[in-house]
């Protein structure tokens, strides 16, 4: 059975077996989630989490195992609760790390999870770690099987595989064994969950996928550890995970062989996952560093801009919502993500909050920036580009074509991106994550962070605790 390999893996699977790279891309990928968390609590939607918990639970909470709210100095509350509120607040900036071949993002889950447990029950850093490193191997192996075909027929792969990676890392920290961790497995399997109609409607249900996948990973560990059981043909059964939600009449057991991919098991590079500079959907960010080089060479003179072409895969291409209406529509919108960045140079939240603010999604603005912003968003035509789609999802690429008036040079100019900024293979180094944390957190006393480095000498109960103040 497929669960009995992967339970069994994540059961041996120990602190000594990491190498150094995955040490540090783990350190690096919890300052990066911590900070774009930290952040993240300050938005709406976590605040309408947290007050909604509240009102649920009468602020009552006998369980005794508590964990702290990221951004919420001196608050705690149930760990189940703890990494629902925590989970929505890292996914609410679009900002949190990801995998490109998953297509998930992965950190927003894993570390909500493994924080919570691991303080509520004073687990020491090592122990951190593996469910860590065992969250991201799982998730990326996963996420591979299933996509892109999951992805295809609207589900939102953070929610849904983020279900079982919640589950695997807290079955790892609450050492369940291998049956209790396939039965774990299997209970998140039926309660694996996430539409991208939430995400593509503008809605706050797309960080509502990531809280839940926090919520029941967690619960359906603790559902095995006490003898709940789960199906152990979650995955592959005749009306599992893989016949309903990715292959549909597709789908033979019989003819479908897992030896392949079950090779992969633990040998997975943690390096591969990426970091987010923009606060826009990943699928947007070739095109806005395209549009970045551009920039270089256009400077201000963006009112002599006649129209502008974006050509790219046709995932990317689809966010083409020339109208969206309110911050969630924008954060997915290709054609207003590279207005933005033509006129404005920076794109990062503090940016959309102030365009937001001049009117950026109403009939009449006084702004100049926010009319050129607009205006270049109607010379705009986005375009599905056959050869550039061949490349995807091994490369994301996006050409961006501009052409100039005749009062300005009368030329055409064009560059392309085939794989973003923040990928392994086109990094951001630990001092760029350290810049974008102090970015989104000017008043965050930056030496606490300093304990991140020592993390697998501490207890997590006092890494939060150093952190969260």
Same mark, same amino acid.
């Given at each position: 059975?497929?669960?009995?390999?992967?339970?069994?893996?994540?059961?041996?699977?120990?602190?000594e077996q990491a190498t150094v790279e995955s040490i540090?891309?783990?350190?690096?990928?919890?300052?990066?989630?911590?900070?774009?968390?930290?952040?993240?609590?300050?938005?709406?939607?976590?605040?309408?989490?947290?007050?909604?918990?509240?009102?649920?639970?009468?602020?009552?909470?006998?369980?005794? +195992?508590?964990? %702290?709210?990221?951004?919420? @100095?001196?608050? /705690?509350?149930?760990?189940?609760?703890? =990494?629902?509120? !925590? $989970? #929505?607040?890292?996914?609410?900036?679009?900002?949190d790390d990801g995998h490109r071949q998953a297509q998930?993002?992965?950190?927003?889950?894993?570390?909500?999870?493994?924080?919570?447990?691991?303080?509520?029950?004073?687990?020491?850093?090592?122990?951190?770690?593996?469910?860590?490193?065992?969250?991201?191997?799982?998730?990326?192996?996963?996420?591979?099987?299933?996509?892109?075909?999951?992805?295809?027929?609207?589900?939102?792969?953070?929610?849904?595989?983020?279900?079982?990676?919640?589950?695997?890392?807290?079955?790892?920290?609450?050492?369940?064994?291998?049956?209790?961790?396939?039965?774990?497995?299997?209970?998140?399997?039926?309660?694996?969950?996430? +539409?991208?109609? %939430?995400?593509?409607?503008? @809605?706050?249900? /797309?960080?509502?996928?990531?809280?839940? =996948?926090?919520? !029941? $990973? #967690?619960?359906?560990?603790?559902?095995?550890?006490?003898?709940?059981?789960?199906?152990?043909?979650?995955?592959?059964?005749?009306?599992?995970?893989?016949?309903?939600?990715?292959?549909?009449?597709?789908?033979?057991?019989?003819?479908?062989?897992?030896?392949?991919?079950?090779?992969?098991?633990?040998?997975?590079?943690?390096?591969?996952?990426?970091?987010?500079?923009?606060?826009?959907?990943?699928?947007?960010?070739?095109?806005?560093?395209?549009?970045?080089?551009?920039?270089?060479?256009?400077?201000?003179?963006?009112?002599?801009?006649?129209?502008?072409?974006?050509?790219?895969?046709?995932?990317?291409?689809?966010?083409?919502?020339?109208?969206?209406?309110?911050?969630?529509?924008?954060?997915? @919108?290709?054609?207003?993500?590279?207005?933005?960045?033509?006129?404005?140079?920076?794109?990062?939240?503090?940016?959309?909050?102030?365009?937001?603010?001049?009117?950026?999604?109403?009939?009449?603005?006084?702004?100049?920036?926010?009319?050129?912003?607009?205006?270049?968003?109607?010379?705009?035509?986005?375009?599905?580009?056959?050869?550039?789609?061949?490349?995807?999802?091994?490369?994301?690429?996006?050409?961006?074509?501009?052409?100039?008036?005749?009062?300005?040079?009368?030329?055409?100019?064009?560059?392309?991106?085939?794989?973003?900024?923040?990928?392994?293979?086109?990094?951001?180094?630990?001092?760029?994550?350290?810049?974008?944390?102090?970015?989104?957190?000017?008043?965050?006393?930056?030496?606490?962070?300093?304990?991140?480095?020592?993390?697998?000498?501490?207890?997590?109960?006092?890494?939060?605790?150093?952190?969260?103040?």
């Open positions: 059975m497929f669960l009995q390999d992967i339970s069994k893996f994540i059961s041996n699977y120990r602190y540090n891309t783990v350190k690096a990928a919890f300052l990066d989630f911590f900070g774009v968390t930290y952040r993240g609590a300050n938005e709406d939607s976590p605040a309408i989490a947290f007050n909604t918990i509240n009102e649920i639970f009468n602020k009552n909470d006998n369980l005794n +195992l508590q964990a %702290s709210i990221i951004g919420k @100095s001196g608050k /705690k509350t149930g760990l189940l609760n703890a =990494a629902f509120l !925590n $989970g #929505i607040s890292a996914h609410v900036l679009e900002l998930a993002h992965l950190g927003a889950v894993i570390f909500p999870t493994a924080l919570a447990i691991s303080e509520a029950y004073g687990l020491d850093g090592k122990e951190f770690f593996e469910a860590v490193i065992v969250g991201y191997e799982v998730g990326i192996l996963l996420g591979k099987l299933v996509n892109p075909r999951h992805r295809d027929n609207g589900f939102h792969t953070t929610g849904t595989i983020g279900t079982f990676v919640s589950g695997a890392v807290a079955s790892k920290l609450l050492k369940l064994d291998e049956t209790q961790i396939s039965n774990a497995l299997g209970l998140c399997g039926t309660q694996a969950a996430g +539409l991208l109609e %939430s995400d593509h409607a503008g @809605s706050m249900g /797309k960080v509502l996928h990531v809280g839940k =996948a926090n919520y !029941n $990973g #967690i619960l359906s560990a603790f559902l095995a550890r006490n003898g709940f059981t789960g199906a152990e043909t979650i995955i592959e059964g005749s009306e599992g995970f893989l016949k309903t939600m990715v292959y549909n009449e597709e789908f033979n057991n019989d003819d479908y062989s897992f030896d392949s991919i079950l090779e992969d098991v633990g040998t997975v590079k943690v390096r591969d996952i990426y970091f987010k500079k923009y606060p826009f959907c990943r699928h947007l960010h070739s095109s806005i560093d395209t549009a970045l080089k551009l920039k270089i060479s256009i400077g201000d003179e963006y009112t002599h801009i006649e129209n502008v072409a974006v050509k790219t895969y046709d995932v990317a291409a689809e966010h083409d919502n020339f109208q969206p209406k309110n911050l969630e529509e924008l954060k997915q @919108s290709l054609p207003y993500a590279v207005a933005i960045t033509l006129v404005m140079g920076e794109v990062d939240i503090d940016t959309l909050n102030k365009l937001i603010e001049y009117g950026l999604f109403e009939n009449y603005s006084t702004v100049d920036k926010v009319n050129n912003i607009k205006n270049l968003v109607s010379k705009m035509i986005i375009l599905k580009d056959e050869k550039l789609n061949d490349l995807y999802p091994s490369k994301r690429p996006s050409n961006v074509i501009i052409k100039l008036d005749d009062e300005f040079r009368n030329g055409v100019f064009q560059n392309i991106t085939f794989i973003p900024k923040g990928d392994f293979e086109n990094p951001y180094d630990l001092s760029e994550l350290i810049d974008k944390f102090k970015d989104l957190n000017p008043e965050y006393n930056i030496n606490n962070l300093v304990i991140i480095d020592e993390l697998d000498n501490y207890s997590m109960t006092d890494v939060v605790g150093a952190l969260n103040e």
